[in-house]
């Protein structure tokens, strides 16, 4: 069976990368949720939907809607699919790093018992940790809310600087980890599970059923949203005296303003993004941990910050 020159080599730019390889290997195993391949490979699902991404753009795995969720399998195309087993056949399943992927996925899928207590404390999350704890207010507040429970460090920040929590999680093993943790650590905080995997809607904020005085949004543990969709969301509920904090990639803000054939800098997009939302920010800052590049922001909203401006 032949392959078209660009066909070879688009393919083998998606394959040739360690990670991805390791994807190819467990997709071939069946169906996969993106948190089972987090769990697999011991990276966060932002960085894994990155790397399945580029995957299913280059025809070679698939993403499967099951109800709210999607799944991930090799593609159902004979000549993607003959290209990929051939390429794994060369791989040494007896590999330790191969090896452990097939346990964990095994132990996942097989509903390991453990499962719930898994964490992903990282560099990056103690670092989006300590950027909030810089900029909070000196005193507790009374309600918070973060969306994304990817980063437990976030989790355990906003606890600690308001007397009530809520968080939104976005897979059913990240809710189980959060409320694990949760109830570990002692903090009082509600964790929902999300409506949908697609980020934040209208129902997640009735359910939430109040306005708060800290929103946290970590749109790293929510990738597969549009950014600005999911602002406008978490900005209905924030209070009129609150304050948001919220994460986003840098190279997720470098993209152009196509329609007006103007190139915003990833720090000029977030400021107007979060004017466009009547947002003031108040401080804005790169953060750089575990092969991540990240601008977080804090911002209040603008007729908030006049009126303390004038007193």
């Known amino acids: 069976m032949s392959i078209e020159a660009p066909h070879l080599i688009s393919w083998l730019r998606a394959a040739g990368e360690p990670s991805r390889l390791r994807l190819l290997a467990l997709c071939e195993q069946g169906d996969l949720s993106v948190s089972d391949l987090a769990q697999a490979l011991g990276q966060s699902e932002p960085r894994v939907c990155r790397h399945l991404r580029i995957l299913s753009e280059a025809g070679l795995i698939e993403r499967l809607r099951n109800g709210q969720w999607v799944h991930y399998r090799l593609a159902a195309n ?5 290209f990929v087993k051939g390429l794994l056949a060369q791989v040494d399943r007896g590999d330790a790093v ?5 346990d964990r996925a095994r132990a996942e899928t097989g509903g390991s018992k453990d499962s719930t207590t898994r964490t992903f404390e990282s560099r990056l999350g103690r670092a989006l940790k300590d950027f909030i704890e810089n900029n909070s207010p000196p005193t507790r507040v009374g309600s918070a809310l973060l969306v994304g429970v990817e980063h437990l460090e976030l989790l355990e920040t906003a606890a600690s600087i308001a007397s009530e929590c809520t968080a939104i999680a976005h897979s059913r093993r990240a809710a189980q980890s959060a409320r694990a943790f949760a109830e570990r650590r002692g903090f009082n905080c509600r964790v929902l599970l999300a409506s949908s995997s697609d980020g934040l809607c209208e129902r997640d904020l009735i359910r939430a059923g109040q306005s708060f005085e800290v929103v946290i949004l970590d749109h790293l543990a929510t990738a597969n ?23 986003e990639r840098y190279e997720s803000l470098e993209v152009s303003r196509a329609k007006e054939k103007i190139v915003e800098h990833p720090l000029a997009r977030l400021r107007r993004m979060l004017g466009d939302q009547s947002l003031s920010c108040e401080r804005l800052s790169p953060i750089e941990e575990d092969d991540e590049h990240v ?6 909203p603008a007729a908030n910050r006049e009126q303390v401006r004038r007193a």
Do not use: H
């Open 78 to 82: 004979a000549t993607a699919a003959s």
């Open 98 to 102: 191969f090896a452990r992927d097939l």
């Open 225 to 247: 949203t549009e950014f600005a969709r999911l602002l406008a969301c978490a900005r209905r509920a924030l209070a009129p005296a609150g304050r948001m904090w919220l994460f």
């Open 295 to 300: 601008l977080a922001a804090v911002a209040a």
